[in-house]
């Protein structure tokens, strides 16, 4: 995969215990238009604050990204960002540029200092790396605990040209919407401006990023960046960037979904559909309810259609609707229908549903004509034994 006006590296550097790549590079050949997502949680990595003043400084306009995996440089204090800083300014001499010009990410293990000089020495070797068919090596570099690299591109037709959208994404666990969640990164050949850009990016991320749940924790991480290398094609607005923009959340809406099936002990992914609510932001609280509840997951986990659970996570969101006009499906199964069992109801019928890798749960609130989805797991054995000994 290549990006007009891009270059990618991804090599090892020895940060990870387990190994493989840890250190990536995304290179602009010229200042590009950039825009970006933060964490919500109030607990910030270094990077994230860093690359957050950074996009301001530089009024939207960044040559790169250096990113490390297998440690989160989080919670570690002025050393952190000294760290990140550092890693700032190498990454800026390899690419020939300032080092108010890059956005910074780590991912991996909060609390633990870099190894400064292994990252630096990676830092010199992606450098040397960096070409334009390195995407593969770079989307591999930013994985921590995922199973497989997750990847989408596409290409959109703007006025006379056709422009690429290329976005990698890593995650399987502390997976919760609170404004992307986990690293992702974004290349564009379109030539669109920056506040464009950064509009274009919030409207693609709340119904992909902003839509899904593994476990309910927001990292001290996350960062969503998308760069415009604005090589091709003529600058974007009206329609063209209207059909960027829906483009870009189609992208992001392939890396989401991906990032949901590559979920620490995941066999299940369940679009949770709330109907029938007061506004879409209920509709969505409600989804969301759903989705993060323990008991509802545990139960998606062992294929279990035991529907008070979900009833009762939807009358927990602190939206007021109801009960007796609620209605309930797994699939095509009417499972509750006026607040109660439905009539007919065949149990086995939905614990087939349930045994499903992906089936849709709908819920109609009977309270309005707005409606949300959002993307929901199970919870498993796997996903405890995993967390259990991550660090080791």
């Known amino acids: 995969m290549t990006c007009p006006g891009f270059r990618f590296a991804g090599v090892a550097a020895g940060i990870k215990k387990k190994g493989g790549l840890d250190v990536g590079l995304i290179a602009a050949d010229a200042p590009a238009a950039a825009a970006a997502v933060f964490t919500g949680n109030r607990v910030k990595a270094a990077p994230v604050v ?6 301001r400084a530089a009024k939207g306009k960044l040559r790169g990204v250096v990113v490390n995996s297998g440690n989160a440089n989080a919670c570690t204090g002025k050393a952190g960002m000294a760290d990140a800083k550092a890693m700032a300014a190498a990454a800026a001499a390899v690419m020939g540029a300032k080092p108010g010009q890059l956005l910074v990410a780590s991912t991996g293990v909060i609390g633990e200092p870099l190894p400064m000089d292994r990252v630096g020495a990676g830092i010199a070797a992606a450098g040397a790396a960096l070409s334009p068919g390195g995407w593969d090596d770079f989307a591999r570099a930013i994985l921590t605990t995922d199973k497989r690299p997750k990847t989408a591109t596409c290409t959109v037709r703007l006025g006379r040209e056709n422009v690429t959208i290329l976005g990698c994404t890593k995650g399987a666990g502390m997976i919760a919407p609170n404004m992307a969640t986990t690293l992702t990164f974004l290349v564009t050949d379109a030539n669109v401006a920056p506040p464009a850009l950064a509009r274009a990016t919030r409207a693609a991320v709340a119904p992909s990023y902003n839509a899904i749940a593994v476990d309910g924790d927001t990292s001290t991480n996350d960062t969503l960046a998308l760069l415009a290398s604005g090589v ?17 959340t ?38 969301r309810r759903i989705a993060t509840s323990p008991l509802v997951k545990t139960a998606i986990a062992g294929g279990d259609p035991n529907w008070g659970r979900i009833l009762c996570a939807a009358g927990n969101a602190g939206v007021p609707f109801d009960p007796t006009r609620v209605a309930l499906a797994l699939a095509d199964v009417a499972v509750v229908a006026k607040g109660t069992v439905a009539p007919g109801y065949d149990e086995a019928r939905a614990a087939a549903v349930m045994r499903e890798p992906a089936y849709t749960m709908t819920l109609d609130l009977g309270a309005g004509r707005a409606s949300a989805r959002f993307l929901a797991c199970d919870l498993s054995h796997e996903y405890v034994s995993i967390n259990a000994d991550y660090r080791s």
Request: glycine fraction near 12%; include cysteine.
């Open 250 to 287: 189609d992208v992001c809406h392939d890396l989401a979904t991906q990032l949901m099936r590559d979920g620490e002990g995941v066999h299940h992914v369940v679009t949770i559909e709330v109907r029938g609510a007061p506004t879409e932001r209920a509709a969505l609280t409600v989804a």
């Open 50 to 55: 860093l690359s957050a003043a950074a996009l």
């Open 232 to 248: 091709t094609g003529g600058a974007v607005g009206g329609k063209a960037l209207a059909a960027f923009t829906e483009a870009l």
